[in-house]
């Protein structure tokens, strides 16, 4: 242990919040725009997909048809009674 | 601005440097850049107290007793505050309920003292009566401290002795002498990690397992009856009727079967 006359660096007093900024407001945007796009990616589009390929061939006819016969009606009976 | 005024405000700012860094230079009597150290840890949580504080000191005592021994200088804990009142008679601790007169209790229209990680400067200093080395030592404060660091240090040529030297100079030092006036514990001695830890998890599991037999016994002696909606049978017909109705038939539970093959997807 020295016994010489040591003195401790002066701390950094400015800057400190531009400093903060500029190292994590890029990595805020860009994982932001990453959970926008893995949610636009993986979440709506299938589901606009799904949508359309259920209203593609969709005939509401017989779906109806088909939940009167199993008579969950209470306006039309099955079509036997 | 008077020039007194002024060195008293380095004098200031180097104790508080000191106090926040712990660390101990040897420097002469320039002008230190004082900052204030980062907040360090908090004070235990409102919940810890409640849960420790009456049950679980008597349920536990080799783990209570031994956090104790660690822990009788701090005032933050609870049990610490019930044990102190009944084991020690030094340092300061707060008033229990107040219809027993404690001897020596704190006087709370006075300066205080204390030990905090996020309030360096305390209102009064550690030693406020000194004795004659006391005395000595805060007059020879006021000179240039790297001098007298010098005249303690002892030449020697063997390297253990150096060592043990060096520790008893350190300890010794002025340096630190001069702090401990002013300071009872530096920022290394109060972050000192403790065994609360082990006082609260087992706190924890204990009231688990008391709330895991209650609920045991809620289940045979409390509940009612479970009612029809629940049975097997009944459970087969209404999926049957969710089926009928064509429950969510693009992405939830229609769309999982099969309308064809009357089976799931």
Request: charged content about 35%; cysteine-free; hydrophobic content about 35%.
């Given at each position: 242990m020295s016994y010489s006359k040591m003195s401790l660096a002066k701390p950094v007093m400015r800057g400190l919040l531009g400093k903060r900024l500029r190292f994590h407001l890029p990595i805020a945007f860009a994982l932001s725009l990453m959970a926008a796009a893995a949610f636009k990616f993986g979440v709506t589009e299938p589901r606009k997909r799904a949508y359309a390929d259920f209203y593609k061939n969709y005939d509401a006819t017989k779906e109806f048809n088909n939940m009167r016969e199993a008579g969950i009606f209470e306006s039309v009976r099955p079509t036997g009674k | 601005m008077d020039l007194t005024c002024f060195l008293q405000a380095k004098k200031l700012l180097k104790c508080l440097w000191y106090r926040v860094e712990g660390e101990f230079c040897y420097c002469s009597n320039n002008f230190h850049y004082a900052t204030v150290g980062d907040s360090g840890l908090p004070q235990p949580a409102m919940w810890k107290l409640i849960l420790l504080g009456h049950i679980f000191s008597y349920i536990s005592p080799l783990l209570v007793f031994q956090m104790l021994h660690l822990k009788l200088g701090r005032v933050g804990c609870l049990l610490t505050r019930r044990a102190m009142v009944a084991l020690t008679d030094s340092g300061a601790r707060l008033s229990t309920h107040g219809h027993h007169e404690v001897?020596?209790?704190?006087?709370?229209s006075q300066p205080m003292y204390w030990d905090r990680l996020d309030t360096p400067l305390p209102d009064r200093p550690w030693k406020d009566v000194l004795d004659a080395t006391d005395k000595s030592l805060k007059q020879k404060e006021k000179g240039p401290w790297s001098a007298l660091s010098k005249e303690e240090k002892i030449a020697c040529k063997c390297l253990f002795r150096y060592f043990i030297n060096c520790l008893w100079s350190y300890i010794t030092s002025f340096s630190i002498l001069v702090y401990r006036l002013k300071f009872n514990h530096t920022y290394p001695e109060m972050k000192r990690p403790s065994q609360e830890w082990k006082t609260v998890i087992g706190g924890m599991f204990i009231f688990f397992g008391i709330t895991g037999l209650v609920v045991i016994w809620q289940s045979f002696y409390v509940y009612p009856p479970q009612p029809p909606t629940f049975g097997e049978d009944w459970q087969a017909k209404q999926v049957q009727r969710m089926l009928d109705m064509r429950i969510n038939p693009i992405e939830g539970f229609s769309a999982k079967w099969d309308y064809e093959k009357k089976q799931w997807k």
């Open positions: - | 001897s020596d209790q704190l006087d709370m």
